[in-house]
């Protein structure tokens, strides 16, 4: 069952000055109407990443690109866009259905012929947001934003049935079937993270590269830091109404026990669950507070979705048959152009894990932001997430016939 709805949409949001950074070595013309010239036809022609044809035209500018030497790399580093992008809208957004149960929303916004990039949303249960979509050159991207089983505007709300690790990975091979895409650039944090390492190890070859944020490779150690007391050290001012909704008989494993009320007949006990466990995740998330995000636990439908499905996965342990799965499994992607960006003080998923995909895999760019925690909106994680981007855009570039 496919649905869908679509729109032709202009892009009006990247500023005449954005495509200077895009394509450096192009003079602007003199004060070019932005309505009227800032048309794009970039054609993609995929027959593999060595056969990658593309063709940018009409963008108001003259001149001739030269070509962008990645090899000479630490200048065109200090240069590459740092700016999120302003905000857009999608220009096609539709619901399909996965299962029998389920069914997904997905939109698409950018450019229709740009290059496929999928945005990976945490949690799991987080859903996705109008933001996520300013990590990406809209000029140069398809960007492709999907809410998970359960999340977001995918139905059923917070449903756990036919909801694992494995079935999100079969949903996203089915959603770029159903959107015609050969191959597509993947980009995750948090368990958007984990979900990518996972799809990337079982479809290697539909991955043209990857950025990762705030790893998370949900092994025993990292569950139990977060959810045991580990992260109470650092915020016992936010551990403690976590921890008081459980009796003092059911600690040993609050896990479990957030599980016995997150999945209670009672409809109120359940809300009571999500709410503190919510809470529990969003005072934690930024280096500095954030209120904005600390108000998200007030929202009985974002937190019971947040908090029934990533307590539904971490007692499953990421339904992975080992604890060590994905890092086991890194030779899969080691080809794949991909850059690591973690906060130094992410308390919701420290650095160890990072620091342990990096010594794995030391052929990816890994990048520490030092003042940072966990959230992907804290300045300099967004930096380093459209810096990126930015440069897989120039690694597709120099490949171009």
């Not at 044809?53 to 030497?69: I, M």
């Not at 929303?105 to 229709?112: I, L, V």
């Not at 770029?176 to 979900?195: A, C, D, N």
């Not at 005072?283 to 009985?300: F, Q, S, V």
């Amino acid at each position: 069952m496919k649905l869908g709805f679509c729109t032709n949409t202009t892009i009006v949001s990247s500023l005449p000055s954005a495509i200077s950074a895009i394509i450096p070595h192009f003079t602007p013309l003199p004060n070019p109407s932005f309505s009227e010239n800032f048309t794009t036809s970039v054609h993609l022609r995929c027959a593999g990443r060595k056969n990658l044809v593309l063709r940018v035209q009409n963008l108001g500018y003259k001149g001739e690109q030269q070509p962008v030497d990645l090899m000479d790399s630490e200048k065109e580093v200090v240069e590459l866009n740092r700016n999120l992008y302003q905000n857009i809208e999608p220009y096609c957004t539709g619901f399909l259905k996965v299962s029998d149960i389920h069914t997904i929303y997905w939109e698409q916004s950018g450019n229709p012929n740009g290059h496929p990039v999928v945005f990976l949303h945490g949690g799991p249960g987080g859903g996705t947001a109008p933001s996520n979509r300013r990590f990406f050159d809209p000029v140069f991207y398809r960007i492709i934003l999907f809410d998970q089983r359960g999340a977001g505007k995918s139905t059923p709300h917070a449903c756990l049935v036919e909801n694992t690790t494995w079935d999100l990975i079969d949903d996203i091979e089915k959603l770029r079937e159903h959107l015609e895409i050969p191959e597509w650039q993947v980009f995750g944090g948090s368990w958007g993270s984990t979900l990518a390492l996972a799809y990337s190890q079982s479809h290697p070859d539909k991955v043209t590269g990857m950025v990762l944020r705030g790893i998370f490779l949900l092994r025993k150690k990292e569950i139990d830091w977060f959810y045991e007391g580990g992260a109470a050290a650092i915020y016992p001012d936010a551990w403690e109404p976590f921890r008081d909704l459980i009796p003092e008989k059911e600690r040993g494993s609050f896990i479990d026990a957030y599980y016995k009320r997150l999945n209670s007949y009672d409809m109120e006990t359940q809300y009571a669950a999500a709410r503190a466990w919510t809470k529990w995740e969003m005072m934690t998330a930024h280096l500095l507070p954030n209120e904005e995000n600390i108000k998200r636990g007030d929202d009985d439908k974002f937190s019971l979705a947040f908090a029934r499905i990533e307590n539904h996965y971490f007692v499953k342990r990421g339904f992975f048959p080992t604890d060590s799965f994905l890092l086991d499994n890194v030779d899969k992607i080691r080809h794949i152009n991909t850059t690591i960006v973690q906060g130094r003080y992410d308390v919701c998923c420290p650095m160890m894990s990072a620091w342990d995909l990096h010594k794995a895999w030391p052929e990816a760019d890994f990048k520490v932001v030092p003042n940072a925690g966990h959230s992907a909106n804290e300045p300099g994680i967004a930096a380093e997430l459209v810096a990126a981007n930015e440069m897989l855009k120039n690694i597709i570039k120099k490949n171009v016939l």
